[in-house]
């Protein structure tokens, strides 16, 4: 028997067409790909508000002045490094966010790459944060709730699901060909 074209089915992209009981081929922004969508906007939005509301007190003048006071309760030589390396740190990683979802919604072929390099980069930034907080003892004594903890766990379970997502979805594979 000969297939014609009118028996054809178009697959679920409304792609090529296949011939009927070929496994279709997944690809868009649906299915589990929505989650990180999601995500980028939480996260892109938690990171505006950082920078609109925890920028400028670190910038402070009078934060600064007591930070370089002897004796005050913020007078500790490692203060004023790690209040830099957090305001360059989450700048640089707005700065990537933004760049990977131009990228994600230009279906870059680089994106599912720039996907783990983001979820390993958080996390290895939360390490680091948490590990300088502990060097300080003023700061040391603020984290008592474990809520630095909590964010690492939870960024920790973020990477063992996406990663290996990114790393294996036909969905992705699908998706990012540009």
């Given at each position: 028997?000969?297939?014609n074209?009118t028996?054809?089915?178009k697959?679920?992209?409304g792609?090529?067409?296949t011939?009927?009981?070929?496994?279709?081929?997944?690809?868009?922004?649906?299915?589990?790909?929505?989650?990180?969508?999601?995500?980028?906007?939480?996260t892109?939005?938690t990171?505006?508000?950082f920078?609109l509301?925890?920028?400028?007190?670190?910038?402070?003048?009078?934060?600064w002045?007591?930070?370089?006071?002897?004796g005050?309760?913020?007078?500790?030589?490692l203060?004023?490094?790690?209040l830099?390396?957090?305001?360059?740190?989450?700048?640089?990683?707005l700065?990537?966010?933004i760049?990977?979802?131009?990228?994600?919604?230009?279906?870059k072929?680089?994106v599912?790459?720039?996907?783990v390099?983001?979820?390993?980069?958080?996390?290895?930034?939360?390490i680091l944060?948490?590990?300088l907080?502990?060097?300080?003892?003023?700061?040391k004594?603020?984290?008592?709730?474990?809520s630095?903890?909590?964010?690492?766990?939870r960024e920790?379970?973020?990477?063992?699901?996406?990663?290996?997502?990114?790393?294996?979805?036909?969905?992705?594979?699908?998706t990012?060909?540009k």
């Amino acid at each position: 028997m000969e297939m014609n074209e009118t028996q054809l089915e178009k697959d679920s992209t409304g792609g090529k067409p296949t011939w009927p009981g070929e496994p279709q081929q997944v690809s868009g922004f649906g299915g589990w790909l929505i989650l990180p969508q999601i995500g980028f906007v939480i996260t892109l939005i938690t990171m505006v508000l950082f920078v609109l509301n925890d920028v400028p007190g670190v910038l402070d003048p009078e934060l600064w002045e007591l930070i370089n006071t002897e004796g005050s309760s913020l007078d500790h030589p490692l203060i004023g490094p790690t209040l830099i390396i957090e305001l360059v740190w989450n700048l640089g990683l707005l700065a990537a966010i933004i760049v990977t979802i131009i990228l994600f919604y230009m279906r870059k072929k680089i994106v599912p790459k720039l996907m783990v390099a983001l979820y390993i980069v958080s996390l290895a930034g939360l390490i680091l944060d948490y590990v300088l907080l502990l060097q300080i003892p003023v700061l040391k004594e603020m984290m008592i709730d474990g809520s630095q903890v909590r964010e690492i766990v939870r960024e920790v379970i973020m990477c063992a699901i996406w990663i290996p997502y990114f790393l294996v979805s036909k969905r992705v594979k699908n998706t990012f060909v540009k």
